[in-house]
């Protein structure tokens, strides 16, 4: 029912900020929560931040609380994840994940939907 591509991943220095975009494809978009997850080799999936369907409920991981901020604009069917000072720790794979909840939370069960992934790698 839902196509999610991510893009905005990049090379960039730690301290410096990078925008992810999340496009999903057909009319329903606002009927679907959204979140960002990350994944490093080796290591499990974790949660990052969540979105309700309408936009105002969010929800962040302790690790980027304060710098990362979520947002999605239904009218372009669009998921967004603003990074700000990034850090080594932040490097991996990110992942946008829509649910047919209208708020999903942390739990990686909640979403049904995956995008394929964009990379964020944060050098010194």
């Known amino acids: 029912q839902v196509q999610l591509v991510e893009s905005g991943g990049g090379q960039v220095q730690a301290g410096d900020s990078l925008r992810l975009s999340c496009a999903a494809s057909?009319?329903?978009?606002?009927?679907?929560?959204m979140g960002w997850f990350r994944q490093v080799p080796g290591k499990e999936r974790e949660f990052v931040s969540a979105?309700?369907?309408?936009?105002?409920?969010?929800g962040y991981a302790d690790s980027v609380k304060g710098r990362f901020t979520i947002s999605r604009d239904n009218a372009k069917s669009t998921l967004y994840l603003q990074m700000n000072s990034l850090v080594l720790e932040d490097t991996a794979v990110y992942y946008c994940?829509?649910?047919?909840?209208?708020?999903?939370?942390?739990?990686?069960?909640?979403?049904?939907?995956w995008g394929q992934g964009t990379q964020v790698t944060v050098s010194s």
């Open positions: 994940a829509a649910s047919s909840l209208r708020y999903a939370g942390s739990r990686g069960t909640n979403y049904g939907y």
């Open positions: 979105i309700s369907w309408t936009g105002t409920g969010t």
């Open positions: 057909g009319r329903t978009f606002s009927s679907y929560a």
